[in-house]
């Protein structure tokens, strides 16, 4: 069954550290997603890339890099992490970018 | 934004009823996906309507497409208390450059056993 796993589903961490959220799609899909979901603002892109080795800016990028090293692996990078960036992360892939969307069961990051 | 103001909403009703949730969105779109996102989980498509469909159903689910009005429906019939979740419309838009799916605010739905 096509899947988008997430990892860790939960992770806290200090003010200033270092995080990487990881995601893996087995769907065969050409487009991956990195989204963060906070009360009030709903779904927000961050990043997202069309294939391996690319990457395209979404609409928060602020404070985060992302890469997709294979056509099935995602991550969203964390350099110097804030308070702000407490939130619901989403990963989600797409065989194309307005064909249907899955998503993978999130990562919930606390930053302390 | 892409999406006007009706999209935030909260229902409450109870179960057996039926319901009919919209949005309205402001440029134009070859598609519109609706979205349920239930408690603690990533959304999940319901259905995927074209800009050439005005109707699409599955199961319980109805999703209508207004191009003129640009706005969207989606109705559920005989609900459960499962049916419980946040509902999603989203839209593919241009931004930055390229076309991306942009998702409203969403309307919390509350199934009362």
């Known amino acids: 069954e096509a899947a988008v796993t997430q990892s860790p589903r939960n992770k806290v961490t200090v003010t200033g550290g270092n995080v990487t959220l990881s995601c893996r799609q087995t769907?065969?899909?050409?487009?991956m997603y990195w989204y963060r979901q906070d009360t009030g603002h709903g779904l927000r892109l961050i990043h997202y890339?069309?294939?391996?080795?690319?990457?395209q800016i979404g609409d928060v990028p602020d404070g985060y890099k992302a890469t997709r090293t294979t056509q099935e692996d995602f991550f969203l990078l964390l350099e110097l992490a804030s308070p702000s960036q407490t939130s619901l992360y989403f990963c989600?892939?797409?065989?194309?970018?307005?064909?249907?969307?899955?998503f993978g069961s999130g990562t919930r990051l606390l930053v302390i | 934004s892409q999406w006007g103001e009706e999209n935030l909403q909260a229902l409450s009703i109870q179960e057996g009823e039926d319901v009919t949730m919209n949005c309205s969105y402001k440029?134009?779109?070859?598609?519109v996906q609706w979205y349920r996102q239930k408690s603690g989980k990533g959304p999940a498509q319901l259905i995927l309507?074209?800009?050439?469909?005005r109707e699409k159903r599955s199961g319980r689910l109805r999703a209508t497409l207004d191009t003129s009005s640009q706005s969207s429906s989606l109705s559920i019939t005989g609900t459960l208390a499962t049916d419980t979740a946040v509902y999603f419309c989203?839209?593919?838009?241009?931004?930055?450059?390229?076309?991306?799916?942009?998702f409203g605010s969403g309307t919390q739905l509350t199934v009362m056993p």
């Open positions: 989600a892939s797409s065989l194309y970018a307005n064909s249907d969307y899955t």
């Open positions: 769907n065969s899909h050409n487009y």
């Open positions: 890339s069309y294939g391996a080795g690319n990457l």
């Open positions: 440029t134009y779109t070859t598609v």
């Open positions: 309507i074209r800009s050439n469909e």
């Open positions: 989203a839209t593919d838009a241009l931004a930055s450059g390229s076309w991306q799916l942009i």
